[in-house]
Antibody, heavy 120, light 108 residues
Framework: QVQLVESGGGLVKPGGSLRLSCAAS????????MNWIRQAPGKGLEWISQ????????YYADSVKGRFTVSRDNAKNTLFLQMNSLRAEDTAVYYC?????????????WGPGSLVTVSS | SYVLTQPPSVSVAPGKTARMTCGGN??????VHWYQQKPGQAPVLVIY???DRPSGIPERLSGSNSGNTATLTISRVEAGDEADYYC???????????FGGGTKLTVL
């Protein structure tokens, strides 16, 4: 079945940078929109970013706009999230998610998540 | 920006019916999706497009959406249904995915 595996999380100091990757397999990656979702410890889900199947259309949440950049490499079936100017409030588990083809904007597959901790 | 409001918690006895609401301005005009998240796990899509179930999701879970309220209903609740449930829509006015704050379902 569909597989999404995030990597690149870890501990980073405030103001620092981190790049998350999401390796996708067992589906035609280039056909699908992808989204990043995060969840702070003990909190709810927060949408971060959406990227279209070709990468030509990208949207960001206001909380990360100008600091985070989403991209994808369809040849390598990989989604990326470049996170700069990190703040303590960016501490969260970051999920890579696939948007369903036939159900408008629903997220039908999620990776296990990657923990990002921003702390001095 | 568009806001989705969910009650923080719902409690229900085993075998009874649990109803979890998701409120939003004219949410009936939007397509609502629901996710179940158990502790330490990633969320799972359980209802999409208001009332459709992905394969593998039991028929006990159903959804509806009208006016300003969408509802996730779980019939014949089991201990294994205990989880956090989130509603979600796409807000076309801001081009943002929007989640509700989540409801913790407790099975008594």
């Amino acid at each position: 079945q569909v597989q999404l595996v995030e990597s690149g999380g870890g501990l980073v100091k405030p103001g620092g940078s981190l790049r998350l990757s999401c390796a996708a397999s067992r589906f035609i990656f280039s056909d699908y929109y992808m989204n990043w979702i995060r969840q702070a410890p003990g909190k709810g889900l927060e949408w971060i970013s959406q990227i279209s199947s070709s990468g030509s259309s990208i949207y960001y949440a206001d909380s990360v706009k100008g600091r985070f950049t989403v991209s994808r490499d369809n040849a390598k079936n990989t989604l990326f999230l470049q996170m700069n100017s990190l703040r303590a409030e960016d501490t969260a588990v970051y999920y890579c998610t696939r948007e369903a083809l036939t159900a408008e904007f629903s997220l039908d597959n999620w990776g296990p998540g990657s923990l990002v901790t921003v702390s001095s | 920006s568009y806001v989705l409001t969910q009650p923080p918690s719902v409690s229900v006895a085993p075998g009874k019916t649990a109803r979890m609401t998701c409120g939003g301005n004219n949410i009936g005009s939007k397509s609502v999706h629901w996710y179940q998240q158990k502790p330490g796990q990633a969320p799972v899509l359980v209802i999409y497009s208001d009332s459709d179930r992905p394969s593998g999701i039991p028929e006990r879970l159903s959804g509806s959406n009208s006016g300003n309220t969408a509802t996730l209903t779980i019939s014949r609740v089991e201990a294994g249904d205990e989880a956090d449930y989130y509603c979600q829509v796409w807000d076309s006015s801001s081009d943002h995915v929007v989640f509700g704050g989540g409801t913790k379902l407790t099975v008594l």
